[in-house]
């Protein structure tokens, strides 16, 4: 089956910057977007950024201008570098890929891993 699993996530001042990776590893035929998900402590799970095969991106309003989403050549990592971090991107983030496995076209999902932004 397709894995899913993110790192980077860590303990950042405000106004600094981190990396985050997302690696796709098992039996996956074809990744069709890739996106970054976050959600905080009492909030809702949120879209933070997405990229797509044809090179399409998105993002949310909140973090316009100061994050980055990218994958690599072979397609099969997508990363998020994220600036200008703020108390407000804490949370965990979440990596989602919609892609073709030996179990059929779906989405699949990472565990997450911690941002937190202290003040």
């Known amino acids: 089956q397709v894995q899913v699993v993110e790192s980077g996530g860590g303990l950042v001042q405000p106004e600094g910057s981190l990396r985050l990776s997302c690696a796709a590893s098992g039996t996956v035929f074809s990744i069709y977007s890739m996106a970054w998900y976050r959600q905080a402590p009492g909030k809702q799970r949120e879209l933070v950024a997405s990229?797509?095969?044809?090179?399409?991106?998105n993002y949310a309003d909140s973090v316009k201008g100061r994050f980055t989403i990218s994958r690599n050549s072979a397609g099969n990592a997508v990363y998020l570098q994220m600036n200008s971090l703020k108390p407000e991107d804490t949370a965990v983030y979440y990596c989602?890929?919609?892609?073709?496995?030996?179990?059929?076209?779906?989405?699949?999902w990472g565990k997450g891993t911690l941002v937190t932004v202290s003040s």
């Open positions: 990229i797509h095969s044809g090179s399409t991106t």
């Open positions: 989602n890929l919609y892609a073709g496995g030996v179990d059929g076209l779906k989405d699949y």
